[in-house]
């Protein structure tokens, strides 16, 4: 049996294909606005994210420009909170010389590790400018301190 590598990626076959499906490579119209070269998706398929820390909270920002809120999906399940996305398109143009027909697809799916300390009932969720912002608060923790013995003078 033959180990098959297949390219996931979308940016390379579609070059070719673009390039020479015009007859020419320089094209007079291959930097056209309208032409399919500058609508390309060079975007990177798994989201950049930022954690941080704080004495309250953790703090997940994730980078997921184009995407609106009701492309994402986010569960938390045995204390690992998956964070996910699938996201379809379609455009036609037709006229009456041509018909032009594009589509795409594009998911992900990220998943973190919970720690013990916090609750995951009351995660929160914000999506704006092109940051998924969550907020992922800690459970409030009592510290007892130590036993102090205090002397008779």
């Not at 795409?104 to 995951?120: A, G, I, K, N, T």
Request: glycine share 2%.
């Amino acid at each position: 049996m033959a180990l098959v590598l297949k390219r996931n990626g979308n940016l390379f076959p579609r070059v070719v294909n673009d390039l020479m499906e015009t007859g020419t490579m320089f094209s007079p119209d291959l930097l056209d606005f309208n032409n399919n070269l500058l609508n390309w998706d060079f975007s990177v398929k798994m989201p950049s994210v930022n954690i941080t820390e704080t004495d309250t909270d953790y703090r997940i920002e994730m980078a997921a420009p184009g995407l609106e809120k009701k492309d994402f999906k986010i569960e938390v399940e045995n204390k690992v909170l998956v964070i996910s996305s699938e996201k379809e398109e379609e455009k036609k143009e037709e006229d009456k010389n041509y018909k032009r027909r594009e589509f795409s697809y594009s998911s992900f799916s990220r998943s973190f590790q919970l720690p013990e300390d916090v609750l995951s009932d009351k995660i929160d969720a914000k999506y704006e400018n092109g940051i998924l912002k969550l907020s992922v608060p800690k459970k409030e923790v009592t510290v007892t301190k130590p036993r102090k013995e205090i002397k008779v003078s």
